[in-house]
């Protein structure tokens, strides 16, 4: 989309986004007429007519089973609820964090959850992302701890890190942030595919039942905790939790900022009893420079003048700080319309 369409072009573009969701629940007809019909509505879509109606936004989360998903349709469940702001607010589950940022950059999702490391990245042009920063990222927050997540089930013979070397592991779809992190591993090991006996690439949400039915020995996830996709694989097949530790990870946290030392709490799933080291990063919720600063605004005063509402929604959210998830672990520069409230409330200068 080009620039110089503004918040304008994006609020046009994002209506008939849910728009087409209205309608290809209603009426069944080709994709070809479809595309017809977005066409002549955005011709005839006037400038008068986009400020009238309401404003409608898209939110990209994760797989149903992971926190992201609920991250988005909290926020929502709050947006949604205000009187004034005539707002609608929508998060279907997306592939993860790399998705949601170019989501975000071709203007299919106004805003996304995303890894702090996927964000800095993408913001800087570094990794994944490599000679394509995407300067108009903007942060919003951040909200819970991702620690990386290595579940092995209890038959495969794997203990620690190395011992995925020759093993069926899930390495997690493209345009998720636990494939760009395992990517990250990869490198420090010096890793390719071929270390292990298949690299599948199955989405997060289908994992758990890879894991069961024995099609692959291990699955990584970059997730909060307590969430259903772990629950969901420790319920259902006998399988642990596997630390990461060693001089790879140790170098990984020395030379990115946005890697952590990190611990999954011991007793949160059946048979994983102690807790587990690894290492992790943020989740955080980013948009675009040029979302509309109103829009941005409210979006945060929803979720912020209800926080307490917000932080029962998951577990995940229970340790949230509303100050430290403005103030830390955000690479990109927050967006204004985040930034106003936030100085509103003198968490900011
Ligand atoms: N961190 C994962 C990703 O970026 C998503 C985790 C979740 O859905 O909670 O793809």
């Given at each position: 989309m080009?620039?110089?369409?503004?918040?304008?072009?994006?609020?046009?573009r994002t209506c008939l986004h849910y728009i087409r969701g209205v309608f290809?629940?209603?009426?069944a007809f080709s994709a070809a007429a479809f595309s017809g019909t977005i066409l002549s509505a955005a011709m005839f879509a006037?400038?008068?007519?986009?400020?009238?109606?309401?404003?409608?936004?898209?939110?990209?989360?994760?797989?149903?089973?992971?926190?992201?998903?609920?991250?988005?349709?909290?926020?929502?469940?709050?947006?949604?609820?205000l009187e004034d702001a005539n707002i609608k607010c929508n998060a279907p589950s997306t592939g993860g964090s790399v998705a949601n940022i170019n989501g975000i950059k071709s203007?299919?999702?106004?805003?996304?959850?995303?890894?702090?490391?996927?964000?800095?990245?993408?913001?800087?042009?570094?990794?994944?992302?490599?000679?394509?920063?995407?300067?108009?990222?903007?942060?919003?927050?951040?909200?819970?701890?991702?620690?990386?997540?290595?579940?092995?089930?209890?038959?495969?013979?794997?203990?620690?890190?190395?011992?995925?070397?020759?093993?069926?592991?899930?390495?997690?779809?493209?345009?998720?942030?636990?494939r760009n992190t395992m990517e990250v591993v990869m490198d420090a090991k010096g890793w390719t595919e071929d270390t292990f006996a298949l690299a599948s690439q199955l989405d997060a949400a289908e994992q758990a039942a890879a894991l069961a039915d024995n099609n692959v020995d291990a699955m990584v996830y970059v997730v909060g905790h307590p969430n259903g996709s772990i629950q969901e694989a420790t319920t259902t097949v006998d399988a642990r939790l596997i630390p990461l530790n060693g001089p790879a990870i140790d170098e990984i946290v020395e030379e990115y900022p946005y890697y952590s030392k990190s611990v999954i709490a011991g007793g949160l799933y059946k048979g994983?009893?102690?807790?587990?080291?690894?290492?992790?990063?943020?989740?955080?919720?980013?948009?675009?420079?040029?979302?509309?600063?109103?829009?941005?605004?409210?979006?945060?005063?929803?979720?912020?003048?209800?926080?307490?509402?917000?932080?029962?929604?998951?577990?995940?959210?229970e340790g949230l700080d509303a100050e430290e998830m403005v103030t830390s672990g955000l690479s990109a520069p927050l967006h204004e319309g985040?930034?106003?409230?936030?100085?509103?409330?003198?968490?900011?200068?």
């Open positions: 080009p620039s110089a369409a503004g918040s304008r072009g994006r609020h046009v290809m629940k209603r009426h006037s400038p008068a007519m986009a400020q009238d109606q309401e404003q409608f936004i898209t939110i990209g989360t994760g797989g149903q089973t992971g926190v992201y998903y609920v991250v988005g349709q909290s926020i929502c469940r709050l947006v949604n609820r203007g299919q999702l106004d805003m996304g959850v995303a890894q702090s490391d996927v964000q800095y990245q993408a913001y800087n042009g570094t990794g994944n992302f490599e000679g394509d920063a995407f300067e108009e990222l903007r942060a919003v927050f951040r909200v819970h701890g991702e620690p990386l997540t290595l579940l092995a089930r209890a038959d495969s013979g794997i203990e620690e890190l190395d011992d995925l070397e020759g093993k069926r592991v899930n390495i997690g779809n493209p345009g998720s942030g636990q994983n009893p102690d807790p587990v080291e690894t290492f992790g990063v943020a989740a955080t919720f980013v948009t675009t420079a040029e979302a509309d600063d109103e829009v941005v605004y409210q979006t945060v005063k929803a979720i912020f003048d209800n926080f307490d509402r917000f932080k029962r929604l998951h577990p995940a959210f985040a930034a106003r409230y936030y100085r509103e409330q003198g968490w900011i200068e």
